[in-house]
């Protein structure tokens, strides 16, 4: 019995250590995020997002891609012996005595055409790409995060539109059952209510599905998703604004990483074509060389020291780096096309997201102003007059049913105007979230 008690308090401390390891293996938690802003969110995700560490480290890459494209050719340096006659042997003495043919050569490639030049720039030309990689996995990511933050925003709003719905129709249920006793009201239409009120609950079931999956889908973006279930934002919605922002199209779409980063590559590109072409200025090696030899009584053949130059310069007689060439153009005009492409998709998504803008502004003022009041002095109407008896069960339901309806719709509107504004900013790319 000691044997089993002893066994199951180790047990115990062990599933106790294993359990205090658990949040050290999960990171580091973020404080807060049960009242989390958007810039708050923004800044966690720059933080801990795969696809901004990812391009990071492409950066990295193409700084070594730097470094390595401006270093110059190094020496080689070359240790032979030779003629070792073991019939006549190496005769006698110190090691430098010996009858042997013992070279030492230094060959230097030199580079012409600003070859090292080129590939300096083509390089480069690549790291700034890269450079805008990452400038523009920012900016996309602020976009998403933007997105997912009004998301959760708008599921915890109609949230709390349904759980309110359904504390409403509990009362409504109450009113209905008092009525039915008091002879006013039918039990079929007391049954009609208590089906719209489970409805309702059902409903409200499904947008506590949704706001899990919102707070999930946000949690991903920022890299905190084992704390999905803490999230909670408190930002209010942006203010509808109907003026049409002012600004030079063509700036803000020269001013986008992305099209930095095709405007790079093609600079890139065109450093890679002069490259190439510059493959048809030949490269010269020049080499150096001691050489000593030492005579012998038993091999008088020896020159002593001598010394060498040598120059050694490619033939083409073959080749003439015709693909090469034709090759590096290939992409020059590839490059320029992606540009151009780039170019178009900014100014197509630029048109959009300005359209998109202004046509929520617009629903979100008209919901706020005319729609949402009068639906709710409807459904407060219904209400009194049901509970005075003056209307009828289908009546205050469909007044509630417009009511309810309006409330989301205008969620809705509201969300979708954050979002397209933040779609509008990530566009034109607005000089705080360079």
């Known amino acids: 019995m000691m044997m089993l008690t002893a066994r199951l308090i180790r047990t115990t401390i062990r599933l ?227 003026a049409r922002p002012d600004g030079d199209l063509d700036r803000f779409i020269a001013r986008r990483p992305d099209i930095q980063a095709a405007q790079a590559r093609v600079e890139a590109a065109a450093a890679a074509a002069r490259l190439a072409r510059a493959a048809r200025t030949r490269d010269v090696s020049v080499g150096l060389q001691f050489e000593h030899y030492p005579a012998s009584a038993a091999n008088p053949q020896g020159s002593g020291n001598s010394y060498g130059v040598s120059l050694q310069i490619p033939l083409f007689t073959g080749y003439y780096y015709e693909g090469e060439i034709r090759a590096a153009q290939a992409a020059l005009d590839t490059a320029q096309q992606s540009l151009e492409k780039a170019r178009s998709i900014a100014r197509g998504e630029l048109a959009g997201a300005l359209h998109e803008v202004q046509a929520a502004a617009e629903r979100v003022q008209r919901l706020r102003q005319e729609l949402l009041p009068a639906a709710r002095k409807s459904a407060d109407a219904a209400e009194y007059a049901f509970r005075n008896g003056a209307i009828g069960v289908m009546d205050v339901l469909d007044a509630r049913r417009t009511y309810r309806a309006t409330q989301l719709e205008a969620v809705s509107a509201q969300a979708d105007y954050a979002k397209a504004l933040a779609a509008w900013r990530a566009t034109v790319l607005e000089e705080s979230e360079k």
């Open 16 to 242: 106790a250590a294993l359990l205090a390891l658990l949040p050290l293996c999960a990171g580091a938690a973020e404080p807060g995020l049960d009242m989390l802003s958007l810039a708050q969110a923004i800044e966690i995700g720059l933080r801990h997002n795969h696809d901004v560490r990812l391009a990071t480290l492409a950066v990295d890459s193409a700084q070594a891609a730097v470094t390595a494209a401006s270093a110059r050719p190094n020496p080689s340096l070359t240790l032979q012996t030779a003629n070792i006659n073991p019939k006549l042997g190496i005769g006698s003495g110190s090691l430098r005595a010996k009858t042997v043919d013992t070279t030492i050569r230094l060959d230097q490639l030199i580079e012409r055409g600003g070859k090292r030049e080129l590939r300096t720039e083509n390089a480069a030309g690549l790291e700034r790409a890269s450079r805008a990689d990452l400038d523009d996995a920012r900016r996309q990511l602020r976009l998403n995060l933007s997105q997912a933050y009004y998301d959760l925003l708008a599921a915890q709003e109609k949230w709390r539109t349904a759980i309110d719905t359904v504390a409403l129709f509990d009362g409504t249920v109450n009113a209905a059952q008092q009525r039915r006793k008091a002879g006013d009201l039918a039990g079929a239409e007391v049954e009609r209510i208590r089906v719209d009120a489970l409805r309702a609950q059902n409903d409200a079931r499904q947008a506590e599905a949704d706001l899990a999956k919102a707070r999930l889908a946000l949690a991903l973006l920022m890299g905190v998703e084992t704390q999905a279930q803490s999230l909670r934002a408190v930002d209010s919605w942006p203010e509808p604004n109907l």
